[in-house]
């Protein structure tokens, strides 16, 4: 599998004016960039800043990838418009969606080696930074949510490098299939259950679905909902 990345997105913190929330900072709205090449360590390009650590950036978080597939099937099903990078990604994918990514996948990009932790979960910020009421919910209910990358191996990639596969070993794992059982625990106890034991998925997610899977939860969670916001 060799995948082309479109673009890539690296932001700044600054203040976002919500008319819905107090003033927040927030790296969420990241700039098309253009440069010959670009470092990555293992939190990530050194250009990109998060501003929430608490809940972003970080080890098993450090790159954000969003196929650019997806804006299409959004603006023509939503009749909606979007902006560019309007999910935060730091890599827009062409040709690929998240039926075809797997947990643990491994890829070659330029130098460096990245593999896949676990699945998006996306917040009220969607809603709230792009304009776009119920955006996030539409987004985890179609389960087109993106996933994030851990950096196996620092280094410096250009524009012109491609993501291509080097390893997968839980072909089963996709992150649509992920998002799927996640949003159903009720229906899906056996599947989560396997998808916690796998080692390659990231902490943080794990203690998340590990309270939907015992708390038998369905639907949107309490943060990914507009009126938060």
Not at 103 to 108: I, P, T
Not at 142 to 154: A, D, L, N, P
């Amino acid at each position: 599998m060799q995948i082309i990345v479109k673009d890539i997105f690296c932001g700044k913190e600054q203040k976002i004016d919500s008319t819905k929330k107090k003033e927040f900072n927030s790296s969420y709205q990241k700039k098309l960039l253009n440069n010959d090449s670009y470092s990555i360590t293992n939190t990530g390009f050194i250009l990109d800043k998060q501003s929430d650590k608490e809940n972003h950036g970080g080890i098993d978080k450090a790159i954000c990838a969003y196929s650019f597939d997806y804006y299409k099937y959004l603006e023509d099903t939503y009749d909606i418009s979007l902006p560019l990078c309007a999910f935060g990604e730091n890599l827009s994918l062409l040709g690929v969606n998240d039926s075809e990514i797997c947990l643990g996948d491994r890829f070659q990009y330029g130098e460096v080696t990245l593999e896949v932790s676990q699945p998006r979960q996306p917040c009220w910020k969607i809603s709230t930074i792009v304009g776009i009421k119920n955006l996030t919910s539409i987004v985890v209910k179609e389960f087109k949510t993106g996933f994030y990358f851990r950096v196996i191996k620092s280094g410096a990639i250009t524009p012109a490098d491609t993501l291509s596969l080097i390893s997968r070993e839980y072909p089963n794992f996709t992150i649509e299939y992920i998002n799927k059982i996640a949003f159903n625990a009720k229906d899906n106890q056996e599947n989560i259950r396997e998808v916690m034991e796998c080692p390659r998925l990231a902490n943080a997610y794990r203690v998340s679905l590990h309270k939907r899977y015992k708390n038998k939860e369905y639907g949107l969670q309490d943060w990914q909902m507009d009126s938060n916001s």
